[in-house]
Structure formats: C-alpha cells, structure tokens
C-alpha cells in the first residue's frame, strides 16, 4: 500500500474527502518527524512508537576493492511496534 491508497482507504472509512485526509495524514507525518527529528518520540498506544537513536561510527570495507572505509556516526530512526500491532500481526488464522 502506498501513500495515496492509504489516503483513500482513510477517506472512505472516515467519510472525510481525500483532500482532507491527505492534510491531516501529511500534518500527523510532519509532527512526528519534527519531533523525533529534535531528539522526542512519539508513541501511539496500540500502534508503537517512533523515536532516534544513535549509530558510533565505524570501520567498513568496500565490498568491490575490499579497501577499508570511514563510516562517520550518524542519527537513526527507530519504530518499536506496539503490542496491539505484534498481537494484529501475529494472529493465527
């Protein structure tokens, strides 16, 4: 599914128009980028939680001339799925 089918799949459950759940499904992606991108986490029970963390930097090899390469540290996002979501997931058929 990608951004528009979600949009739509949204809209017709929620009766909203697909200009609408566009707006607010691009205002509820935006606040949770800014905030985790200042450091916060955003957690949504019964879904999961979005939060950053942090990668040390590292040796790598060049996997074509085997060279050894500066991996420099860097900022990472991370999403922790929520129990409800596993449980959803998880459910045997």
Do not use: C
């Amino acid at each position: 599914m990608n951004k528009q089918e979600l949009i739509d799949a949204i809209a017709s459950q929620t009766g909203q128009s697909k200009a609408q759940t566009g707006e607010t499904l691009d205002t509820a992606l935006d606040v949770i980028r800014k905030n985790v991108a200042k450091g916060g986490s955003v957690q949504v029970i019964g879904f999961g939680s979005f939060s950053s963390g942090k990668r040390a930097a590292r040796i790598g090899r060049n996997p074509k001339t085997g060279e050894e390469i500066k991996i420099p540290a860097a900022k990472t996002v991370k999403f922790t799925a929520g129990k409800a979501f596993k449980d959803a997931v998880n459910e045997k058929k």
